[in-house]
């Protein structure tokens, strides 16, 4: 399927990389020790660890310099020794896999090298390239019919796989309050579905996400601890994302069983790369697996299906159960002896009958919401398109454009590669439909991800990725259904093409920085209490408290005696904020004028004017204007708790102080 490089080829670009990490490594090294006001001449540990930098990177040029000489054949048949291990001692490539896998996550989670190394992506690379050969020659020694080319990329392939799952699991914590911008949204909206049996009467469900939301329920309905809404929240997704690999690979029918092992690892890996949500997994999960060409009563069912659950996503996923289906359609059916519009009726029924179905399913869930305005449900259609992030922008260095091609490049060449070496068994109807259908996403991804609000990465672009995805292993694994003509004979694909397959997800992934969540148990639980003595201060006091953030706190059960306010969640405000929604908006001034609230649970709150130029500044900005400032103008900071990100703010007495 892949050419192979020569062996003196890919040594020489393995040997020629290395040095030249290592030069950059030493630069940010460098830097680092300056950062923190050492001296690398002075330091022993410093000067001992450039130096081993230093000497690997020699040693590696000095290697390569030798691929150009005429003993160049006996140097890289020691390079290979190991490959040569027999008997027992071969199985000492199975503790050496281990590390090599297991290695950069190790590293980047310890205590004190995770948090020195972090921000250091040069020597985080040099690492992850060791371990690379590391496992490559462990590989080899396991399984010898792999070439080396085929072992280094597997093994890279692997581990990043294990350092994405790695940086998932750090989110599991039994840590009492919300990490980070949007956690507390996720542990709470969910509770709104069973909010009788949570809070003993009914409320409005969300507005936001509400199929996320639905599969974030089932730790509700037995009274979970905090931990294992965490633990739910990854494995769900773990579970639904990892899904689609085997759902694709029943489609692809690929017999080899390694291969069909290691092309499942890639999905998953590439699935990850743009963060797939996992309420989105489902919709694909239900076409791959349930819709078929030939059968009219299960693609009809499927796409029914895939719809409803569509209209319970996202906006932008509505027409993406009807797209799929013509697409897998036209895949697998050709298009010659049919008349054009013959050929298009069923898969642009389908198109139209699958948004209408997500759209209608969508007005159903606004009217039982028990939400009184519809338009808080299309906030996202208001909101202002932040142009400037098409291009590397604060935000995002990449900028969207240069991410979704650097992104999309190897797919893209496996398909031009395919469709011009087998162009006689395409037929241009068949060509331009899948085209379009590639082209409508990209450009829905593209403006949405535009959106204040988005933009900040690649997961906006994840409808057009995923067909792009399956667009290309149809044509990868020769599974489409060519136009009835003599078949040229296949020819493989460059080894480039592969490298970039493994190293694009790779180049996305390592970017990817977390670390195991410490913290101090009995401050923590002393944070707990003083919020529930102001919980209890405020009932006494016949006050409403408003939590904006941290409602996973009452919905849990963590604090008693609080009566859940059910407006002004954050990421609602956050919405409205960015959508400037005046009519929402002028009724939370009105209420914080008033003195509705006796007390608010939020951040620590600034107003902090950014503008564009800074990473996520048109949200901040939005935050700042509508919400901070409205806050800071008619309530003081009362209850502070640094370590733990929570101020409670109270009404000002007497004359107003505004920012």
């Known amino acids: 399927m892949f050419t192979q490089p ?50 690997l990177g020699c040693v590696a040029l000095g290697l390569f310099v030798l691929t150009w000489t005429p003993g160049r054949e006996r140097l890289l048949d020691t390079l290979e020794a190991l490959s040569k291990v027999t008997g027992p001692l071969r199985w000492l490539g199975v503790p050496a896999l281990l590390v090599s896998l297991s290695g950069s996550s190790f590293i980047l989670f310890h205590t004190y090298y995770g948090d020195l190394l972090r921000d250091q992506d040069w020597v985080r690379f040099f690492i992850f390239l060791l371990l690379a050969w590391l496992g490559m020659n462990a590989l080899k020694m396991l399984r010898p019919a792999f070439s080396w080319p085929e072992a280094f990329l597997v093994v890279v392939l692997l581990q990043i796989t294990v350092y994405r799952v790695a940086l998932d699991l750090t989110a599991i914590s039994a840590y009492p309050f919300a990490v980070g911008w949007s956690e507390t949204s996720r542990f709470y909206w969910p509770s709104l579905f069973v909010a009788q049996s949570v809070y003993g009467q009914p409320f409005p469900w969300p507005i936001l996400h509400p199929s996320l939301h639905l599969l974030l329920v089932p730790p509700y309905l037995f009274n979970a601890p905090l ?13 639904l994302v990892g899904l689609i690999p085997a ?16 092309t499942a690892i890639w999905i998953f890996a590439y ?12 919709p694909v999960l239900i076409m791959l697996w349930g ?12 796409l029914i299906a895939a719809s409803i659950w569509a209209g319970l996503s996202r906006l932008n996923w509505y027409p993406v159960p009807g797209i799929l289906a013509a697409v897998l359609f036209f895949l697998e059916v050709p298009s010659r002896g ?14 139209v009958v699958g948004t209408g179905i997500a759209f209608v399913v969508q007005r159903l869930y606004i009217a039982f919401s028990g939400i009184p305005n519809a338009g808080d449900f299309y906030t996202s259609l208001n909101s202002r398109l932040l142009w400037d992030r098409l291009w590397p922008n604060p935000s995002f260095p990449l900028g969207i454009l240069l991410g979704a091609a650097i992104f999309s490049c190897a797919l893209w060449l496996v398909i ?27 450009a829905g991804g593209v403006i949405v991800s535009l959106k204040i609000g988005g933009g900040a990465d690649l997961h906006n672009m994840d409808a057009y990725a995923v067909l792009l995805m399956i667009v290309a292993a149809y044509l990868c694994f020769g599974r489409f259904t060519p136009e009835p003509v003599e078949r040229p004979a296949r020819v493989g694909f460059h080894w480039g093409v592969m490298a970039l397959l493994v190293f694009v997800p790779a180049f996305f992934i390592l970017q990817g920085k977390a670390a195991f969540l410490t913290y101090d148990p009995v401050q923590s639980q002393a944070t707990l209490a003083a919020l529930q003595q102001r919980v209890d201060l405020v009932d006494a006091q016949g006050g409403q408290m408003l939590f904006i953030t941290q409602r996973h706190l009452i919905s849990m059960h963590m604090l008693k005696g609080v009566k859940l306010i059910p407006e002004y969640e954050r990421e609602e405000l956050m919405e409205m904020a960015m959508a400037d929604n005046e009519a929402y908006l002028q009724t939370f001034r009105s209420d914080l004028e008033k003195h509705r609230f006796s007390a608010i649970v939020v951040d620590q709150l600034q107003f902090n004017i950014l503008g564009d130029g800074y990473a996520m500044g048109a949200e901040n900005d939005a935050w700042a204007r509508y919400v901070g400032k409205r806050i800071l103008c008619n309530y003081q900071a009362a209850d502070v708790f640094a370590a733990d990100h929570i101020v409670v703010y109270v009404p000002q007495q007497g004359t107003a102080h505004c920012p």
Do not use: C, M
Not at 271 to 279: S, V
Not at 291 to 302: G, P, V
Not at 338 to 345: A, G, Q, T, V
Not at 422 to 436: F, M, V
């Open 6 to 55: 020569s062996r003196l080829t890919f040594w020489r670009i393995l040997l020629g990389v290395i040095p030249a990490v290592v030069v950059l490594a030493i630069a940010q090294l460098w830097q680092l020790a300056a950062k923190l006001r050492i001296s690398p001449l002075a330091s022993k540990s410093w000067l001992g660890s450039l130096g081993a930098l230093a000497v």
């Open 416 to 442: 031009g590669f395919r469709v011009w070496q087998q162009r006689s068994e395409w037929s241009a109807l068949r060509l331009s439909l899948i085209s379009l259908a590639l082209l409508v996403l990209f």
């Open 247 to 262: 759902a694709l690979l029943f489609r692809l029918k690929i017999e080899d069983r390694v291969l069909r092992r290691l």
């Open 227 to 239: 931990w294992f809404h965490r633990f739910w929240q990854v494995g769900i997704r773990f579970l």
């Open 338 to 351: 049919k008349s054009p519009w013959r050929y298009l009726l069923k898969p642009a029924l389908w198109f």
């Open 271 to 282: 699935l990850f790369t743009f963060g797939l949500y996992l309420h989105l997994a489902v």
């Open 291 to 302: 819709f078929s060409s030939t059968n009219q009563r299960r693609a009809w069912i499927s």
